[in-house]
């Protein structure tokens, strides 16, 4: 396919070298237009060495070849990459300065995705949004930034989505079956609530089914007590609408939770760390993804008395003697992996730091002996995470890439971590 990669003035245009890489090695056929602003961050020779055509960012260059004509015309998808606020705006209200806002002038019906990265106060200006409707009403499929760090100290949405996630979204906007082969491609929609021209939904988790764990386990003493833990479900929640909204049918296995599930998932309702055990096992065995975001007791009473524990003057208090509760994760990894099936499983870590180590430290072990694909981690603590709307998270990789920071809404959170798993399955699965 031939795709013309724009890339604007933003501090994230480095990480569009990888983008770049992604559909090369895909047989993709690239040629690149850096804006003026963005050969200032990354140079013209490293767009030329990794796409193998000339580079420019002038009408004015090559002028005998009419350069925006023939780029927008043969163009089977436009990509821009990091979109600036800047770009945004000219792409929306038609100007063309430039070579990449000619050649977008010059698409026609060509898809064209932007994926836009600034700091959060740019991207919220009504000014930016309301360029982003423009392009969206008119069919320019302009992606959600991510949440996280952003280049000073501050964080919050602005991020550009991982070269992953903005490639598997490309993909799956031109309709390319290569994409992966199996599970089933992603898929691109229109959103039927949209007039003829209006914006598209990407659905990078359509035909996948995701299976999905909230909420926090109890553990009977007796018919009327529990030892149960903080989780309010709200994060796993979050995630079932987002793999939803992602076009995947999901499952939600829900533990204690102090929020209603989301419409359009099948709900099972669980209580102890054996039921979900057992639950988990089952739906995993037919499920493309498995997220185990519920917060699983450890330990469970060892001996559950069937009548209400007595409060008695005259007998010892009683004494709870635990044993500890299978680990379901680890037991899912090595369901899968002595079928040889293709599923990805995420965990999530719910770490404090101390002496012997900080967050992360305690996070890589755990993946380390959990051997998921994903851990997802967050610090908890005094009033840290549980039951609050907000969370920050670092999503580490089994392949050893760069932790991922995300944060914000537990749907933005939530909205981060199902991109990245889009972004692993299109890794898992070579392109056809
Ligand atoms: C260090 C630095 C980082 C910048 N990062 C961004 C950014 O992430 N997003 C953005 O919209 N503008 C950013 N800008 C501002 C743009 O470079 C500026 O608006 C420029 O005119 C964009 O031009 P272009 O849209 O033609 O690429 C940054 C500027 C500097 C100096």
């Known amino acids: 396919m031939r795709i013309v990669l724009g890339v604007g003035g933003g501090i994230a245009a480095y990480k569009v070298a990888s983008l770049l890489r992604l559909f090369t090695e895909a047989g993709h056929d690239v040629t690149v237009i850096p804006t003026e602003a963005a050969t200032r961050f990354v140079g013209v020779a490293t767009w030329e060495a990794l796409s193998g055509h000339p580079v420019s960012n002038s009408v004015f260059d090559a002028v005998h070849t009419v350069n925006h004509v023939r780029l927008g015309h043969e163009a089977e998808l436009i990509v821009v990459a990091p979109a600036t606020a800047d770009l945004l705006a000219r792409a929306a209200s038609g100007q063309a300065d430039d070579l990449l806002t000619n050649t977008l002038l010059m698409a026609g019906d060509c898809p064209v995705l932007m994926a836009p990265a600034m700091h959060t106060e740019m991207w919220q200006h009504p000014a930016t949004q309301a360029n982003v409707e423009t392009l969206r009403s008119r069919g320019v499929t302009v992606l959600e930034p991510a949440s996280g760090r952003l280049t000073g100290a501050d964080s919050g949405p602005g991020r550009l989505p991982e070269p992953e ?205 959990k051997a998921c694909d994903l851990l997802v981690v967050n610090q908890v603590g005094r009033d840290k995470v549980f039951g609050e709307d907000t969370n920050s998270v670092v999503i580490l990789s089994r392949t050893g890439s760069e932790p991922q920071e995300a944060s914000g809404s537990k749907s933005d959170v939530a909205a981060a971590v199902i991109d990245r798993i889009s972004a692993e399955l299109s890794r898992v699965v070579p392109p056809a």
């Open 165 to 369: 996630a903005i490639f598997t979204a490309a993909m799956a906007l031109a309709g390319a079956s290569a994409v992966r082969s199996a599970p089933a491609g992603a898929d691109v929609e229109p959103d039927t609530g949209q007039a003829e021209a209006g914006p598209s939904v990407v659905r990078p988790l359509a035909g996948l089914t995701v299976t999905i764990s909230a909420g926090g386990t109890r553990e009977p003493l007796d018919p009327v007590r529990f030892l149960g833990n903080r989780s309010s479900g709200k994060q796993g929640v979050a995630l079932a609408a987002a793999a939803r909204d992602a076009g995947a049918r999901v499952r939600l296995l829900a533990a204690h939770m102090e929020v209603p599930a989301p419409d359009g998932v099948e709900l099972l309702r669980v209580e102890t760390a054996l039921e979900l055990r057992k639950a988990a096992l089952h739906a995993a065995a037919d499920s493309d993804v498995v997220i185990m975001a519920a917060a699983v007791a450890d330990f469970r009473p060892a001996d559950v008395s069937g009548t209400k524990i007595k409060k008695r003057d005259d007998v010892a208090d009683p004494v709870i003697n635990l044993v500890r509760n299978p680990d379901i994760l680890r037991e899912l990894v090595e369901v899968r992996d002595a079928a040889s099936r293709t599923q990805l499983i995420v965990g999530f870590a719910a770490e404090t730091g101390d002496a012997g180590g900080d967050v992360l430290d305690y996070a890589r072990d755990k993946l380390h002996r």
